[in-house]
């Protein structure tokens, strides 16, 4: 019922907002103004990916409208974790009711960049998936540019896929596999094949990751294995006004509330599949380790993901954790990729480092990484979080990992240099549409390689551009 409302709020805003704009209200770009661009996405909750993603989408609309031309706001959910990062942008608080923000915020901007990567899906929260339609309904609402930058999209619930075919027909959305591109055609959503924009990210120099590992216990010599884990099982994000008085007055709910009216899916069912998944891992990893020397260190990449780390870590004896708590997503990153080894449940945790050409295998949730190990041809090295048999699956994978280390990372380095191409034909798409809105931006003229649509490539990125180009 409370999705309900909030859908029936989202898109009764969007159609005021149509009204409005139809009576006179609101002002469009002019020529000669800077274009004022709202990105609008999950951020400001220390999770790795999305903050990296973002990143370097505002790195490359800045590089491929110019810096001088563009003056571009992302949200954030929580200003002292997004401190230090989107250099030059301004950022605007994301509250956990949204729908008077974006009626607020979305008119004040000449278009709308959604920039989460599972932007149209209901596996986490129906709530953040109406956040993304709405921020794009709006925006159209106004013919304004109305984009979805490297988007996935999976099973919506029938309303919200209802709202996404209705308010998002003139959007366009860059999609990152050809997967989601086919689930928005059949909404009526105009889409081009984009990838994620996580590959042109540059963390700290790897001197950074190597002492952060010997600090935590790293002999300098022994190969590290890094473990991404999640908790899998807890999702979808519903909000419960019923869970959230009975917190109030009992303290009822607590380990399953995510915040405000939110409350993670929990029980019964959800408390044995997730101490089947961690128990699963702990002991794959816990028997490779015992025929292979190697240093074992377990990442959250996002704060929440916190417990499954510590609950991994206590069955193998405490081994270090990371968390994206103590670390930013510069520091972090250069830690994943001085490692020599990972498996990982987090999307992001693998793209981040694959420009290190660390070997990876996925245990994945929903199509994200099935879909990345699948462009990789690395089907050999997924599998999921339910799998009765993960720990001996996870076992042989490990053993796969070291053995075929280098043919991995072949395979890795062709599939970063093909996501590079790809993303700069995001550029191109990005800028013939705003073209489309606006026919009196000024674009660049002339002829331009490839890499002028990417912001500046990074050493690493040139040397593995030079390699497997």
């Not at 026919?439 to 990074?458: D, K, Q």
Request: charged share 25%.
């Amino acid at each position: 019922m409370m999705d309900f409302l909030l859908e029936a709020w989202v898109s009764s805003t969007i159609e005021m907002t149509r009204l409005r704009w139809m009576m006179g209200g609101g002002q469009a770009w002019r020529p000669g103004e800077k274009l004022k661009l709202l990105f609008a996405g999950y951020n400001g909750t220390r999770n790795t990916g999305s903050d990296v993603r973002v990143e370097e989408m505002l790195r490359q609309v800045r590089h491929v409208l110019g810096a001088d031309r563009c003056e571009l706001s992302v949200m954030t959910q929580k200003f002292d974790f997004t401190r230090g990062y989107f250099k030059d942008t301004r950022q605007v608080h994301l509250p956990d009711i949204f729908p008077p923000f974006l009626q607020r915020e979305v008119p004040r901007h000449h278009g709308v960049v959604a920039c989460e990567g599972s932007m149209f899906k209901s596996k986490f929260a129906n709530a953040l998936t109406t956040m993304m339609i709405g921020s794009l309904g709006m925006a159209s609402a106004q013919n304004k540019l109305s984009v979805g930058y490297g988007a996935e999209a999976g099973h919506m619930d029938p309303l919200v896929s209802k709202m996404c075919g209705r308010f998002c027909r003139e959007s366009l959305v860059i999609t990152r596999n050809e997967e989601s591109r086919t689930i928005l055609r059949e909404l009526g959503v105009p889409t081009e094949l984009g990838s994620d924009t996580a590959w042109t990210f540059e963390p700290l120099p790897p001197e950074y990751g190597k002492v952060a590992l010997r600090k935590a216990g790293w002999d300098g010599t022994t190969p590290v294995l890094v473990v991404c884990p999640i908790n899998p099982f807890w999702w979808p994000v519903k909000a419960s006004l019923g869970k959230y008085v009975a917190r109030g007055l009992t303290g009822a709910y607590k380990q399953s509330h995510y915040r405000s009216v939110y409350f993670h899916t929990s029980g019964p069912k959800v408390n044995a599949a997730y101490t089947h998944y961690l128990t699963s891992i702990a002991r794959a990893v816990d028997a490779f380790r015992k025929n292979n020397k190697v240093f074992v260190v377990i990442v959250a990449t996002e704060r929440l993901d916190a417990d499954v780390c510590h609950r991994i870590s206590d069955q193998l004896g405490g081994v270090a954790v990371l968390t994206s708590d103590d670390y930013d997503m510069y520091q972090l990153v250069s830690i994943l990729r001085a490692c020599h080894m990972m498996v990982s449940s987090r999307f992001h945790g693998i793209v981040t480092c694959m420009p290190g050409l660390v070997p990876s295998a996925g245990i994945t949730m929903d199509e994200r990484i099935r879909n990345l190990m699948n462009e990789r041809g690395h089907q050999d090295l997924l599998l999921t979080v339910d799998d009765p048999d993960l720990e001996p699956k996870l076992l042989v994978v490990l053993e796969k990992l070291k053995r075929e280390s280098e043919a991995v990372a072949t395979g890795i380095g062709r599939t970063v240099v093909k996501n590079l191409k790809t993303m700069a034909r995001m550029g191109v798409y990005f800028e013939e549409e705003v073209q489309r809105r606006y026919p009196e931006f000024p674009i660049r003229t002339g002829t331009y390689g490839w890499e002028e649509y990417l912001p500046p490539l990074s050493p690493t990125l040139q040397k593995l551009v030079e390699a497997y180009g």
